[in-house]
């Protein structure tokens, strides 16, 4: 047969032989084992190269179909397994250099004219050629072509990104390939300055473009998913630095970068070259960028912004030492120029720069100057000797350019300046006072990354000068430029939330006597520039309120004085005090009072100085205040005056007790002028009030004749005051500031400014005022509930907020009154949404909860009852609630209900979320009994005309409610209205009237929340009754009958019309929670033989209804339709009812004695055995079906162990074994994925089945484990059984087994732990097994370790874990989760096999070590962002890292050996990463206890083997170590016995 097809070759040659044939006889011959040819495979690859060569070199003719064809036969063959392994046999086979050529050109061909065909053919035969070692030869041994395929691919890919089309992902496989065959081919490159050469005249270009388009957030547009998108673009990115780096910055190129970039008389012994060999890099690099051909030019400017930060960082990477920082800093300056923010010059314009551009090249700009910090090539003091401030200069050129031209709106121009000060702050300080005015007295700034960058750079100015304690000095440019010149309307808040929070900050670390010395500026400035020309003039006006804000803010938060002040400091405090009493506020007040005017709207002036005014007077009083309560050496003007309270008059408007030298007649000239104005002022008037009513609370005694009729007016103004302006609906945040309150944050303050000062106000507040009070908390609350404050409004106070956190707080039931007139007006609320559909229905019970007429208040104090409101008598309001209770019963037998539509559920679902909102256990009994009043009312008298979903929300949160009223602590207030059968049952009568219009909704988890709830609810119910212990069997009796009565459709269930399985689902609840609650009862009547002889009947009565309705609702369950959900915990309950009713009986004396001389066993006293074994049987059945429902598992897993610790129910089909078999089957499908959430109901049942099964089934249970745990389980792909028996395992780890049980599981153990170890190294292997199987087996491993102390006698079965430690990775997304697993496993050997671990030293620090370094890895500073969200994981893993160092200290000596070598590791990682302060903290302090056991000589060894840098880490750490712990150990250690 090989005779037959041995011509092959000549006719592939012949002309004669059509080119279809030639191809098909290609094809066969490459297949065909038949076929003889000599070096076959070499002949077909020649004959394939040859002719593509030979027809694109225009020596051979084919059709454009053959050429395809030829394209498909190189590609079959270059990816055919046959020539893998012709390859691996070590057959040499080669490919033509020509047709690598022909490749290049086909790519150059599709980059020109944007169109091949057979582009991915193309690039499939690429791949097959770079991914083979043989083939890729004639790219790798030809290094021209190979940079020319690079230069193709990244033009084409940079081609694919700026069109429209779907990017090919394989064109970007294709990339890495080549860059990684390049990176190879570039290493064995000898000169330098040719590969230099090549790369940035054929590859720099298009590699920066494309690294460009992936930085920017250019999508992959391919069908890949996103984790492979961004996995290809990181990749190419990582590749593009690494070829730059290689190529452009060489160490063999440090020397022509020398000659270019360093001055002569800098340089120095450095060798000059001639001039024609001189290679200039940086003028390369620039013209490079400057070519408007590497891109399009509307992004040009992009992409030299964002690749000239990458160059200085890849030149930084190559060059950065000590000697050479000059040389980066020259580096820098060049690279700057190629940026077009460098030709600006001065405040000219000429060559004007789009948004765009200026925020491209702030962005690169910003990047550089933290390449410069971070890296150090800045040193002031060198700089300044050695080079005559070259740099310096650099960057206060830079400073200017900044300043000059500002840019507020854009985050990175604030940045660049926040990183000249963190290069030293003299950079700007020339500039100071503009950049001041620039960056924040003139800047306005509304997007919160801008307000963000603003707060970051001013900071940095407060910080630095507080630091130099140079404060006052910035403060006074800030002062001047706030007096410069300025139209009305750019007049900006001086002091926003950010800028404010950074000043009072520093204001803590300063010393008094600047902060004086500030106070001293801002009050020079005020009486000399602003106060003379302040009359008519608005712009001045509009300073004084710019500095009466700084005034105010450093008074504010300085520290306060206290009896420790040095006395210098206290008299000079009072001197400035005295001094804005005297010479600011006093002139400003008589300046306001001589304004007369008679327009409706004052003048911008005359507002303006009585925001001032009034600001200053406040921030007078609080801080005069305050340093006489804590400095016994500072004496108040006030004491001075000599003031009391009984020379203050009973007007309201009298200040003089706490400001002197005011008079009340122009006080209420100033304020009735001030009055239209809803700002400052009126705020500020209204603290002035509360300050009064503070000062008088702290001066005379409670109750006390005139103070307590000043205080009820002052409450009643400071209330009034705001009423006219506060709705409660629209208002702005407010910062907190009574300096930058408007008209639209003044309803925000006001509302704030009462709240807050509840406990002051209370007990002065007239019933209406605070019914007015109430009313608005509750407006304020449902206006707002659909408002959501943005990010940057999360610091911001708002009415929401306010009255979210009164609602919530202790605070609230303490205030009676307060509370119920709340509570009535959310009765009213919810009697106003039912009105308008609720009219036909007389005495509606809702509205007389909140009649006007009654005092709905259990004990109101006696200042708050007065003459016009109800007397109080509580048995009105009693009388009035039994008369709704009435009412509701009423209703309900009636069956009249309210019909209520989406839009009032809705509402009234806003109200309940408030109630369930308030601390429904401080409810005092009148207000409980109207909170269940209105609950019972809502469910039971109302009709949802709307979605089934919503209707049952309604009801479920109406119930759950019912439920929380019934743990409260005056519970039983509610059975005084209500007889605990009659409320059971007009609930129940009202939800099998809303069953009937339930159609699907009862199947879906809304339904089963609406079970749970009302059957929580009647439990609770229930167990009260009980424990009320009042008429419980003429309640329960009642309520009985009524059940019984509701049988649904005793007979021919079938064919009835009417039959709902909604109403026997909700029937079996109510039957269920009786039967829970009467079974609790009477289990706790063990000592109480009469009570149980009389209530037992009622039990087995209960019993017996409870399984007739499960018998009917089983007939009603459609046949071969799984078991309702809710039928399971109802079978589970009654099981347990049964049960404990067979054993109650027998604890009665003489229950059946006459009957039966000897007592039957147990099993044949349960009165359903069968069926529920029956059940039994049809749970295993449905529980591998319904492994997607969570609730359905958790339900079946309780009964079956309910049932499974009776082993009277055991049976031959019945068995250990079985249930076994079940749970392992369940495991096996989806169910796996909700284990997590099952694990305390599995335990709970393994440990019933490990208890009562026999010994031989449990051996049985446990070959089934070890089968599943078998390797070749994953070679097989069938993972899912490991992970079921991993599980199962841990789970059987935490049963408590003994005698046989326990010697047959820990013979065993071997096997197990061999098993788990192998499992483990197979999924570490396996990038899809890691996430899912490395965690579980991890644990099992600690728990199996820490349960085997005593148990595990042969030490190697404890070391083969280490092989799992050491081969987890700890670089996955689940970080945290490998890592507690690894450390739990490493902790259990440490405390429970402590001779095993010392005996396996190595193995154990090495795998600690592997912790240590992934936490310094993954703690590490990252840029300015600190450490991110996961910061919570990290943190706590650096906590068990210090952990684990402080027990391997204390728990042997025997490591003192190995301490040196602890040091060591941790000290040479620490050098490589600059850690966050809080990761080094518990890492450090970790380290201190292992340093505890070196000896002086360890160190010594240690400072004398240790590399350079490592030894100046270990330096520092041993110098901290001596001063922060050893000091304090040896402290400890005098007091130690």
């Given at each position: 047969m090989a005779a037959i097809y041995s011509g092959i070759h000549l006719k592939l040659k012949s002309p004669k032989t059509s080119w279809e044939d030639k191809l098909k006889l290609a094809q066969f011959a490459w297949i065909s084992h038949q076929c003889f040819l000599p070096n076959k495979e070499q002949v077909l690859l020649d004959w394939v190269s040859h002719t593509l060569v030979s027809f694109y070199n225009k020596k051979l003719e084919l059709p454009d179909e053959i050429t395809e064809k030829l394209w498909v036969y190189l590609d079959s063959i270059l990816h055919s397994r046959k020539l893998q392994g012709l390859f691996k046999d070590g057959k040499a086979i080669t490919l033509r250099f020509s047709i690598a050529q022909v490749i290049n050109?086909?790519?150059?061909?599709?980059?020109?004219?944007?169109?091949?065909?057979?582009?991915?053919?193309?690039?499939?035969?690429?791949?097959?050629?770079?991914?083979?070692?043989?083939?890729?030869?004639?790219?790798?041994?030809?290094?021209?072509?190979?940079?020319?395929?690079?230069?193709?691919?990244?033009?084409?890919?940079?081609?694919?990104?700026?069109?429209?089309?779907?990017?090919?992902?394989?064109?970007?496989?294709?990339?890495?390939?080549?860059?990684?065959?390049?990176?190879?081919?570039?290493?064995?490159?000898?000169?330098a300055n040719r590969v230099f050469g090549q790369v940035t005249k054929r590859l720099f270009q298009p590699c920066l473009l494309l690294r460009h388009l992936l930085t920017t957030g250019v999508q992959l547009r391919t069908n890949d998913d996103g984790h492979t998108q961004q996995h290809l673009g990181r990749e190419i990115r990582n590749h593009v630095e690494a070829l730059l780096r290689v190529a452009v910055f060489p160490p063999e190129l440090l020397q022509s970068y020398t000659e270019e970039l360093v001055p002569e008389k800098d340089s120095h012994n450095i060798k000059k070259g001639g001039l024609k060999h001189l290679l200039l890099p940086v003028n390369t690099i620039q013209s490079t960028l400057a070519d408007p051909n590497i891109c399009q030019p509307t992004i040009h400017g992009k992409v030299v912004a964002n690749s000239v930060p990458l160059l200085f960082k890849l030149f930084l990477e190559s060059y950065n030492k000590t000697e050479n920082h000059l040389l980066c800093f020259h580096m820098l300056t060049k690279l700057f120029q190629c940026l077009k923010i460098s030709h600006l010059q001065g405040d000219h314009w000429n060559n004007a720069l789009s948004s765009a551009e200026w925020s491209s090249d702030l962005l690169a700009m910003e990047q550089l100057l933290h390449l410069v910090l971070s890296s150090n090539i800045y040193n002031v003091a060198a700089d300044r000797i050695r080079h005559k401030e070259v740099q310096f200069h650099f960057y206060q050129q830079l400073?200017?350019?900044?300043?000059?031209?500002?840019?507020?709106?854009?985050?990175?121009?604030?940045?660049?300046?926040?990183?000249?000060?963190?290069?030293?702050?003299?950079?700007?300080?020339?500039?100071?006072?503009?950049?001041?005015?620039?960056?924040?007295?003139?800047?306005?700034?509304?997007?919160?990354?801008?307000?963000?960058?603003?707060?970051?750079?001013?900071?940095?100015?407060?910080?630095?000068?507080?630091?130099?304690?140079?404060?006052?000095?910035?403060?006074?440019?800030?002062?001047?430029?706030?007096?410069?010149?300025?139209?009305?309307?750019?007049?900006?808040?001086?002091?926003?939330?950010?800028?404010?929070?950074?000043?009072?900050?520093?204001?803590?670390?300063?010393?008094?006597?600047?902060?004086?010395?500030?106070?001293?500026?801002?009050?020079?400035?005020?009486?000399?520039?602003?106060?003379?020309?302040?009359?008519?003039?608005?712009?001045?006006?509009?300073?004084?309120?710019?500095?009466?804000?700084?005034?105010?803010?450093?008074?504010?938060?300085?520290?306060?004085?206290?009896?420790?002040?040095?006395?210098?400091?206290?008299?000079?405090?009072?001197?400035?005090?005295?001094?804005?009493?005297?010479?600011?506020?006093?002139?400003?007040?008589?300046?306001?009072?001589?304004?007369?005017?008679?327009?409706?709207?004052?003048?911008?002036?005359?507002?303006?100085?009585?925001?001032s005014l009034l600001l200053l007077a406040?921030?007078?009083?609080?801080?005069?205040?305050?340093?006489?309560?804590?400095?016994?050496?500072?004496?108040?003007?006030?004491?001075?005056?000599?003031?009391?309270?009984?020379?203050?008059?009973?007007?309201?408007?009298?200040?003089?007790?706490?400001?002197?030298?005011?008079?009340?007649?122009?006080?209420?000239?100033?304020?009735?002028?001030?009055?239209?104005?809803?700002?400052?002022?009126?705020?500020?008037?209204?603290?002035?009030?509360?300050?009064?009513?503070?000062?008088?609370l702290m001066h005379t005694a409670y109750n006390a004749e005139p103070s307590h009729e000043i205080l009820q007016h002052a409450s009643a103004f400071i209330l009034e005051s705001g009423q006219p302006f506060f709705s409660g609906e629209e208002a702005e945040p407010w910062d907190g500031s009574a300096g930058s309150i408007n008209c639209l944050s003044y309803p925000t303050a006001h509302w704030h400014l009462v709240v807050s000062n509840l406990p002051v106000l209370f007990p002065y507040l007239s019933l209406s005022n605070t019914q007015y009070v109430a009313g608005m908390l509750?407006?304020?609350?449902?206006?707002?509930?659909?408002?959501?404050?943005?990010?940057?409004?999360?610091?911001?106070?708002?009415?929401?907020?306010?009255?979210?956190?009164?609602?919530?707080?202790?605070?609230?039931?303490?205030?009676?009154?307060?509370?119920?007139?709340?509570?009535?007006?959310?009765?009213?609320?919810?009697?106003?949404?039912?009105?308008?559909?609720?009219?036909?229905?007389?005495?509606?019970?809702?509205?007389?909860?909140?009649?006007?007429?009654?005092?709905?208040?259990?004990?109101?104090?006696?200042?708050?009852?007065?003459?016009?409101?109800?007397?109080?008598?509580?048995?009105?309001?009693?009388?009035?609630?039994?008369?709704?209770?009435?009412?509701?019963?009423?209703l309900a037998k009636k069956r009249s209900f309210i019909n209520l539509e989406e839009d009032h559920i809705e509402r009234l679902l806003d109200l309940l979320e408030i109630i369930s909102a308030l601390h429904l256990d401080s409810l005092f009994p009148l207000d409980h009994t109207r909170c269940f009043l209105l609950l019972v009312s809502l469910a039971v008298n109302t009709r949802a005309a709307c979605s089934e979903t919503l209707s049952l929300k309604f009801l479920t949160t109406c119930f759950h409610l019912l439920a929380q009223l019934q743990t409260?602590?005056?519970?039983?207030?509610?059975?005084?209205?209500?007889?605990?059968?009659?409320?059971?049952?007009?609930?129940?009568?009202?939800?099998?009237?809303?069953?009937?219009?339930?159609?699907?909704?009862?199947?879906?988890?809304?339904?089963?929340?609406?079970?749970?709830?009302?059957?929580?609810?009647?439990?609770?119910?229930?167990?009260?009754?009980?424990?009320?212990?009042?008429?419980?069997?003429?309640?329960?009796?009642?309520?009985?009958?009524?059940?019984?009565?509701?049988?649904?459709?005793?007979?021919?269930?079938?064919?009835?019309?009417?039959?709902?399985?909604?109403?026997?689902?909700?029937?079996?609840?109510?039957?269920?929670?009786?039967?829970?609650?009467?079974?609790?009862?009477?289990?706790?009547?063990?000592?109480?033989?009469?009570?149980?002889?009389?209530?037992?009947?009622?039990?087995?009565?209960?019993?017996?209804?409870?399984?007739?309705?499960?018998?009917?609702?089983?007939?009603?369950?459609?046949?071969?339709?799984?078991?309702?959900?809710?039928?399971?915990?109802?079978?589970?309950?009654?099981?347990?009812?049964?049960?404990?009713?067979?054993?109650?009986?027998?604890?009665?004396?003489?229950?059946?004695?006459?009957?039966?001389?000897?007592?039957?066993?147990?099993?044949?006293?349960?009165?359903?055995?069968?069926?529920?074994?029956?059940?039994?049987?049809?749970?295993?059945k449905e529980l591998d079906l319904a492994s997607g429902n969570v609730q359905f598992l958790y339900s079946s897993l309780q009964f079956l162990?309910?049932?499974?610790?009776?082993?009277?129910?055991?049976?031959?089909?019945?068995?250990?074994?079985?249930?076994?078999?079940?749970?392992?089957?369940?495991?096996?499908?989806?169910?796996?994925?909700?284990?997590?959430?099952?694990?305390?109901?599995?335990?709970?049942?393994?440990?019933?089945?490990?208890?009562?099964?026999?010994?031989?089934?449990?051996?049985?249970?446990?070959?089934?484990?070890?089968?599943?745990?078998?390797?070749?389980?994953?070679?097989?792909?069938?993972?899912?059984?490991?992970?079921?028996?991993?599980?199962?395992?841990?789970?059987?780890?935490?049963?408590?087994?003994?005698?046989?049980?326990?010697?047959?599981?820990?013979?065993?153990?071997?096997?197990?732990?061999?098993?788990?170890?192998?499992?483990?190294?197979?999924?570490?292997?396996?990038?899809?097994?890691?996430?899912?199987?490395?965690?579980?087996?991890?644990?099992?491993?600690?728990?199996?370790?820490?349960?085997?102390?005593?148990?595990?006698?042969?030490?190697?079965?404890?070391?083969?874990?280490?092989?799992?430690?050491?081969?987890?990775?700890?670089?996955?997304?689940?970080?945290?989760?490998?890592?507690?697993?690894?450390?739990?496993?490493?902790?259990?050997?440490?405390?429970?096999?402590?001779?095993?671990?010392?005996?396996?030293?190595?193995?154990?620090?090495n795998s600690f070590h592997r912790l240590v370094v992934s936490v310094m890895h993954e703690g590490r500073q990252k840029g300015n962002r600190g450490i991110a969200d996961e910061s919570e994981v990290i943190l706590k893993c650096a906590h068990l890292v210090e952990r684990m160092y402080t027990y391997i200290a204390a728990k042997t000596e025997e490591f003192t050996v190995l301490s040196p070598f602890i040091v060591a590791q941790y000290v040479m990682e620490l050098q490589k990463v600059t850690l966050h302060p809080a990761i080094k903290k518990h890492l450090t302090e970790g380290i201190y206890h292992i340093l505890d056991l070196c000896l002086e000589r360890d160190i010594k060894f240690l400072n004398a083997t240790l590399p350079a840098g490592v030894r100046e880490v270990l330096k520092e750490l041993y110098r901290d170590y001596n001063h922060y712990h050893k000091s304090l150990k040896q402290g400890d250690e005098k007091y130690t016995a």
């Open positions: 050109e086909r790519l150059s061909i599709f980059y020109t004219q944007k169109k091949l065909k057979n582009l991915s053919t193309l690039l499939s035969c690429c791949s097959g050629i770079l991914s083979s070692s043989p083939l890729s030869i004639v790219y790798t041994t030809k290094f021209e072509l190979l940079v020319d395929l690079l230069s193709k691919l990244s033009n084409i890919a940079c081609q694919q990104f700026l069109s429209e089309d779907i990017v090919s992902s394989q064109l970007f496989e294709v990339l890495l390939l080549t860059f990684g065959q390049y990176l190879l081919a570039q290493k064995q490159q000898a000169n400073a200017q350019l900044l300043v000059n031209h500002p840019h507020a709106a854009i985050p990175a121009w604030f940045r660049c300046l926040n990183a000249l000060i963190s290069l030293n702050h003299l950079i700007v300080e020339p500039d100071l006072d503009d950049l001041l005015a620039s960056a924040w007295i003139d800047a306005e700034v509304s997007e919160p990354r801008t307000k963000k960058a603003q707060e970051s750079l001013v900071g940095a100015l407060f910080h630095s000068y507080t630091k130099l304690r140079q404060f006052q000095k910035l403060f006074e440019e800030v002062l001047d430029v706030v007096c410069r010149p300025a139209a009305e309307e750019l007049r900006l808040p001086i002091l926003p939330a950010g800028i404010k929070n950074k000043l009072c900050e520093c204001l803590q670390d300063l010393p008094p006597s600047q902060i004086l010395d500030v106070i001293s500026l801002i009050l020079e400035k005020c009486r000399t520039v602003i106060i003379p020309d302040l009359r008519g003039d608005s712009d001045m006006a509009l300073k004084l309120h710019s500095m009466s804000t700084l005034l105010h803010s450093v008074l504010f938060h300085m520290t306060s004085l206290d009896d420790s002040t040095p006395l210098p400091i206290v008299r000079r405090t009072q001197s400035l005090l005295e001094t804005v009493q005297t010479e600011v506020i006093q002139v400003l007040f008589n300046l306001l009072k001589n304004v007369h005017t008679e327009k409706a709207k004052l003048e911008v002036w005359a507002e303006k100085v009585g925001d406040c921030t007078w009083v609080a801080t005069d205040t305050l340093f006489e309560l804590n400095c016994r050496h500072y004496i108040s003007p006030l004491a001075k005056a000599n003031f009391t309270l009984a020379d203050s008059t009973v007007d309201i408007l009298d200040f003089s007790t706490i400001l002197p030298g005011l008079d009340v007649k122009s006080w209420k000239k100033i304020t009735k002028l001030l009055s239209c104005v809803c700002s400052t002022s009126r705020y500020c008037t209204e603290w002035l009030m509360l300050q009064k009513m503070k000062n008088i509750l407006k304020t609350l449902l206006v707002n509930k659909m408002q959501m404050s943005s990010d940057d409004e999360s610091s911001f106070i708002t009415i929401e907020k306010v009255s979210k956190d009164l609602l919530c707080s202790s605070l609230l039931p303490e205030m009676c009154v307060l509370h119920s007139s709340f509570f009535s007006h959310i009765i009213q609320h919810s009697a106003g949404v039912l009105l308008p559909v609720g009219q036909s229905i007389v005495n509606q019970p809702i509205q007389q909860l909140s009649a006007e007429n009654i005092p709905w208040c259990d004990s109101p104090p006696s200042s708050q009852i007065v003459s016009t409101g109800p007397s109080y008598d509580p048995s009105v309001c009693w009388a009035a609630m039994e008369k709704v209770a009435q009412n509701i019963l009423s409260s602590r005056n519970a039983n207030s509610s059975f005084k209205v209500f007889y605990a059968s009659d409320v059971l049952e007009a609930i129940l009568t009202s939800m099998f009237a809303a069953c009937e219009t339930f159609s699907s909704i009862f199947k879906t988890s809304e339904w089963d929340e609406f079970l749970h709830s009302i059957q929580t609810f009647l439990e609770y119910y229930l167990q009260l009754m009980f424990e009320r212990r009042r008429s419980v069997k003429l309640n329960l009796e009642k309520f009985m009958s009524f059940l019984a009565t509701c049988q649904p459709y005793a007979t021919n269930i079938k064919h009835s019309k009417c039959w709902s399985p909604a109403a026997d689902q909700l029937l079996l609840v109510a039957l269920t929670a009786q039967c829970h609650t009467l079974t609790l009862h009477l289990q706790q009547q063990h000592g109480k033989p009469q009570v149980l002889e009389t209530r037992l009947n009622l039990l087995e009565q209960a019993i017996q209804q409870t399984m007739a309705t499960i018998v009917l609702c089983l007939q009603n369950n459609p046949r071969g339709q799984p078991l309702p959900v809710t039928f399971i915990p109802c079978i589970t309950t009654l099981l347990k009812a049964d049960s404990s009713y067979v054993h109650l009986v027998s604890l009665v004396p003489g229950e059946s004695e006459s009957e039966s001389p000897v007592k039957p066993d147990k099993a044949q006293k349960l009165s359903h055995s069968e069926l529920y074994k029956q059940f039994y049987v049809q749970i295993l162990t309910v049932f499974c610790s009776m082993p009277e129910m055991y049976s031959a089909q019945v068995t250990p074994v079985a249930v076994f078999h079940s749970i392992r089957k369940l495991l096996l499908g989806p169910g796996i994925q909700f284990i997590q959430d099952l694990e305390v109901q599995l335990t709970e049942l393994m440990t019933q089945l490990m208890e009562k099964c026999t010994t031989d089934n449990f051996c049985t249970i446990l070959r089934l484990l070890l089968e599943d745990l078998d390797i070749s389980n994953i070679w097989k792909q069938n993972s899912k059984a490991v992970l079921s028996a991993v599980t199962l395992i841990k789970v059987l780890l935490s049963c408590p087994v003994s005698g046989e049980k326990e010697k047959a599981f820990w013979f065993s153990s071997p096997q197990i732990i061999t098993a788990l170890v192998l499992q483990a190294k197979e999924a570490s292997q396996d990038a899809a097994l890691l996430p899912t199987l490395i965690v579980p087996v991890l644990e099992t491993v600690a728990i199996l370790l820490r349960r085997g102390e005593g148990m595990l006698s042969n030490p190697h079965h404890v070391t083969l874990v280490f092989s799992i430690l050491l081969t987890a990775p700890l670089d996955q997304r689940d970080y945290g989760s490998i890592f507690l697993g690894i450390h739990e496993v490493l902790f259990s050997i440490l405390q429970c096999h402590p001779k095993v671990m010392l005996k396996a030293a190595p193995s154990f620090l």
